[in-house]
T-cell receptor, first 113, second 110 residues
Framework: NAGVTQTPKFRVLKTGQSMTLLCAQD?????MYWYRQDPGMGLRLIHY???????AKGEVPDGYNVSRLKKQNFLLGLESAAPSQTSVYFC????????????FGDGTRLSIL | RKEVEQDPGPFNVPEGATVAFNCTYS??????FFWYRQDCRKEPKLLMS???SGNEDGRFTAQLNRASQYISLLIRDSKLSDSATYLC???????????FGTGTRLKVLA
């Protein structure tokens, strides 16, 4: 039971570099989410998707882009990484929104130097 | 005022103790409630959903008080393995988003 899988697990980037974080779920969930978690703060929603081909902005979308070309995958892109984007990133999915819980991947620890 | 508020703790309790956490929410249109557990530097894991009538799962009991807009989590007979951060999550139909509290840290001491 893979559930929600995130790759990579760790990454160190230099300021200005780009990268893509991949989230894959095998539960046939419609909804997928990207969060970031910083010390002393709750999880903050970056972007989310309510289905294949659709995405929407969350609470802190600036500096990030996303794509959901396939139902099972949700990609988070950093076009030009900044030190302020150093964080732990969690992907989550849910069968429906609100009626059921979210299931989380084990996170990507990203450091921007 | 934050949409979801929790006492950050830490709550330091001895093994075998009973401990309770509260979480308050500001949006009266909130419709779904959850407790998650998060171990240091790991992903949040669902502990239990919170139902209107209250619900129990082993040593864990969750309650919802809509009138006062809070949910609670009671842990009986605390184990060392219960040491973690407990996150309160609220879903509001108005925003269609899950809102996370910043978590309450629990340390169970031998």
């Amino acid at each position: 039971n893979a559930g929600v899988t995130q790759t990579p697990k760790f990454r160190v980037l230099k300021t200005g570099q780009s990268m893509t974080l991949l989230c894959a779920q095998d539960m046939n969930h419609e909804y997928m989410y990207w969060y970031r978690q910083d010390p002393g703060m709750g999880l903050r929603l970056i972007h989310y998707s309510v289905g294949e081909g659709t995405t929407a902005k969350g609470e802190v979308p600036d500096g990030y882009n996303v794509s959901r070309l396939k139902k099972q995958n949700f990609l988070l892109g950093l076009e030009s990484a900044a030190p302020s984007q150093t964080s732990v990133y969690f992907c989550a999915s849910s069968y429906s929104t609100g009626k059921g819980p979210q299931h989380f991947g084990d996170g990507t620890r990203l450091s921007i130097l | 005022r934050k949409e979801v508020e929790q006492d950050p703790g830490p709550f330091n309790v001895p093994e075998g103790a009973t401990v309770a956490f509260n979480c308050t929410y500001s949006n009266s249109a909130s419709q779904s409630f959850f407790w998650y557990r998060q171990d240091c530097r790991k992903e949040p894991k669902l502990l239990m959903s919170v139902y209107s009538s209250g619900n129990e799962d082993g040593r864990f009991t969750a309650q919802l008080n809509r009138a006062s807009q809070y949910i609670s989590l009671l842990i009986r007979d605390s184990k060392l393995s219960d040491s973690a951060t407990y996150l309160c999550v609220v879903f509001s139909s108005g925003t269609y988003k899950y809102i996370f509290g910043t978590g309450t840290r629990l340390k169970v001491l031998a």
